[in-house]
């Protein structure tokens, strides 16, 4: 990727996506920016420009990632503002529920500005991106491009971004919480914690890539190992006996109406 991009608020998230495009070797294209400079030396040693100084990221940057908390960004980029030229600059909020219309707001308009919502899942490369903005945005591509090198990306509307966090973002929470019980049951049947987790954790990664290499129903995969009578439809039953899929679903909801709050 040749576009220059600003990382402005290098932080978990910031440092994850940084580190997808330097595998990219897209190192020297990025200046990446925070308060405390020194916790950037890594990235620096890497090849990444990194700054304390926004305005002279953005002075040098097209692409410009905004990594910051919800509750700065916008003070930041207001701060920013006499360095932000539209039909130069492009902006991407990675803040959850800040829109795009109150961003336009403080930069003003005629920006291309679109938001994104990654995952940790980032961290290792596997995250799942959802981005909105304008659909027609001639950027757009170059936008995706820069989130899959951190994973894979789909374009929704901005309406179904506080879905997006609740079943993306907190999504992760939610796998890692059934990963745990798994693994407490297994223990429980007999594992050390080690090799429970090492038989769990590979399970999931398998069942997932059943899903997504073969686009099937997981149902369908669930009828291949429940044999009639036998043990998986037991225990799956009494899981769900107890709540199992309507727990999930519940907390899914219960998650989703605190972020539309
Ligand atoms: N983590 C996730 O799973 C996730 C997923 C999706 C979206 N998000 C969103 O992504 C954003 C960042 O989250 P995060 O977890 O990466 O937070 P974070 O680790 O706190 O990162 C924010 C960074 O911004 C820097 N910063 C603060 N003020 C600044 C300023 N004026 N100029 C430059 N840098 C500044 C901070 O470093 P200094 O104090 O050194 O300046 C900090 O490292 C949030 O809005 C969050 O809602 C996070």
New binding site residues.
Partial sequence: MDTKIAM?????????IVNGLIQEDAASNIIA?????N?LSTLKEQGVDVT?N?AHAVNNAEIIL?????Y??L??IE?LKDQLVPGKHVLV??????SIEEISNVVGEGFEIYR?????G?SVNESLTCICGPEDGPNLEKVKQIFDTIGESIIINENLMEAA?VL??CG?AYVLRFIRAMVQGGIEIGFDANTASKIVNQTVLGASQMLIQNGNHPEDEIDKVTTPKGCTISGLNQMEHNGFSSSLIKGILTSFEKIEK
């Fill in positions: 402005i608020g290098t932080g978990n998230l910031g440092q994850s920016t925070r308060r405390n400079v916790k304390d926004n905004l990594g910051l908390k919800p700065t960004i003070e930041t701060g909020s990675l803040a959850t529920g800040i994104a919502m990654p995952n940790t980032a966090t993306g973002a992760i």
